[in-house]
């Protein structure tokens, strides 16, 4: 518990200094539970955790009654923007341009506002109204019980797909899956060389270059790359046994894969979702299940918390009976 306070304690360290008060003063049993923090211009301050959000006082009381509730003001919103892009907002244009700014961890920064538009499309957000700071956490291990089912021999892979509502972890768990893949366990199986898509920059969390997340010793990252494209670099680049996307759902996604495919490598991914039907019914995804082209779906809820694995199943949609882990 105490890295998670550690982590957000760091991350609120980027923000304006009446927020960062405000924020630090929050509950110590809070902090490590915190996934979001959210502040809009004349707004009350909030926090998301166990999927519900609070308001925060100036005095760090955390409840459900906004008359208690810090006032975000557009001094506030402007300085922590400031801050968060080290006062040159052109270097980070590139990320802003797709709605964000990615700090130190690894954790990224939403960013609402005035949408500019040019010839080459979204040039710039300005008037900055609001930013959701959404805290980037590892959780080490929690795919320990999965890898059994994924591999099969000490050099083969099963194609996997996972499927999950919002905010129910698949990042999280794709990630540490990525992280178990890339390493190999002794005496099991041999790691596989990875090459990770980050098109949202969530997975690795690359910050000037380098992986803020664990995601393995044999991992390539593409950074802020489009799936359609990075799939294809990778093929011919970088050489991976495995290629690791997550949010598949385009077309041209589904284009890739089948590149990859004819490549001979293997591939794992997650996908918006409740379950395995209603992915089926999805137009774009149709063909990739008439084909069978994953072999392993798993399926993610919040019924025993962030990242509770619902459902594991076969390239069939037949249930695979698994033993849960700790």
């Known amino acids: ?44 301050l909030m926090i998301y955790y166990d999927g519900k959000d609070y308001f925060v006082s100036k005095k760090g009381e955390v409840s459900k009654d906004i008359s208690k509730a810090m006032i975000v003001e557009g001094n506030h919103i402007e300085s922590t923007f400031q801050l968060i892009s ?3 907002a052109y270097a980070y244009l590139e990320e802003i341009k797709n709605g964000y700014i990615t700090v130190t961890g690894g954790h990224r920064i939403g960013i609402g506002g005035k ?19 959404r805290i980037a956490r590892e959780k080490i291990g929690i795919s320990d019980f999965l890898m059994p089912y994924l591999i099969k021999g000490r050099k083969g892979f099963y194609n996997t797909l996972i499927i999950s509502p919002p905010q129910c972890g698949k990042t999280t768990l794709l990630r540490d899956i990525i992280r178990n893949l890339s390493n190999g366990w002794a005496n099991y199986y041999e ?7 980050d098109e949202r920059s969530e997975l690795a969390g690359m910050y000037n270059g380098v992986p803020q997340k664990d995601v393995g ?11 359609s494209d990075g799939i294809i670099m990778a093929i011919r680049s970088l050489s991976p046994d495995i290629i690791a996307v997550d949010e598949i759902g385009g077309k041209r996604d589904v284009e890739a894969i089948h590149e990859a495919l004819r490549a001979g490598i293997k591939l794992i991914a997650t996908i918006h979702g409740s379950s395995i039907q209603e992915i089926k019914e999805k137009q ?3 063909e990739i299940f008439e084909e069978r082209i994953f072999e392993r779906y798993i399926v993610l809820d919040r019924s025993k918390g962030v990242g509770t694995v619902k ?9 695979i009976s698994f033993v849960r882990g700790a």
């Open 1 to 44: 518990m105490m890295k998670e306070v550690k982590i957000y304690d760091s991350l609120v360290g980027n923000l304006n200094e009446e927020l960062k008060e405000a924020l630090r003063k929050v509950p110590l049993h809070l902090k490590g539970k915190v996934e979001e923090i959210r502040l809009k211009k004349d707004r009350p």
């Open 115 to 133: 949408v500019v538009y040019g010839l080459r499309g979204i040039e710039n957000i300005k008037n900055i109204s609001s930013l959701n700071i």
């Open 191 to 197: 790691g596989f060389k990875v090459s990770i898509v």
């Open 86 to 88: 080290n006062y040159s």
């Open 311 to 319: 459902e594991l199943a076969d390239r069939n949609g037949n249930p």
């Open 284 to 286: 774009s995804m149709r």
């Open 217 to 227: 010793i044999r991992t390539d990252v593409l950074d802020g790359c489009l799936k």
